[in-house]
């Protein structure tokens, strides 16, 4: 059998400062079992790409007005050097070459370029963690694995964050049984309560 129009470049995972581990595993994993590279992207919204080097650096500013004195970037070091110290470290022990890139921007626009213009084989990334903040997030734009799934052509795997273990099958038909309406299918793998 001839594949047609086969990726051959990297696993790309969305990282940021509190990716869970189970992303991180999956990531790594699936880069091992597909034999390549993983790339780790983390994507400072505090700064927009305004133009490109010659060499390819991509050339950012701020978001924030002028006169504006925090620095995301010196805020978020110790978080990111962290993510990045837990993703060598099943990188090294699964045999898998790890890269980190930080980029600047929307991340679903960031990601999906880099992807793109890497020939990646697929993007990892997790769901949100519930919050008031995530949900205003997911108001505005729409969750980023949505979006990624939608705008851009290499395939999206996303990792839930919950740890919940479906209902055994005969539990899941008793509570189809006991019901008269349709029910919520979470609420059929996972038992009442999932949320």
């Not at 055994?168 to 999932?194: N, Q, S």
């Amino acid at each position: 059998m001839v594949m047609r129009n086969a990726r051959s470049g990297p696993v790309v995972v969305g990282v940021s400062a509190g990716t869970p581990d189970r992303v991180l595993d999956e990531a790594v994993s699936i880069a091992r079992d597909l034999r390549v590279p993983l790339a780790c992207v983390y994507v400072d919204e505090s700064r927009v790409p305004i133009g490109e080097t010659p060499d390819g650096t991509v050339v950012t500013a701020p978001v924030a007005a002028a006169g504006h004195n925090e620095r995301p970037a010196e805020r978020l070091a110790p978080a990111l050097a962290t993510i990045s110290a837990r993703i060598v470290e099943r990188a090294v022990s699964a045999n898998v070459t790890v890269t980190h890139h930080t980029l600047a921007g929307d991340p679903v626009t960031a990601i999906a370029r880099f992807a793109v213009d890497r020939d990646a084989r697929l993007i990892v990334v997790g769901t949100r963690q519930p919050g008031v903040r995530a949900s205003l997030s997911l108001l505005l734009a729409g969750p980023v694995a949505s979006r990624l799934a939608r705008r851009q052509p290499v395939p999206v795997l996303v990792v839930p964050l919950h740890d919940r273990t479906p209902l055994p099958a005969a539990a899941r038909d008793e509570k189809v049984d006991a019901e008269t309406d349709v029910p919520d299918p979470a609420d059929v793998l996972f038992g009442e309560g999932h949320a």
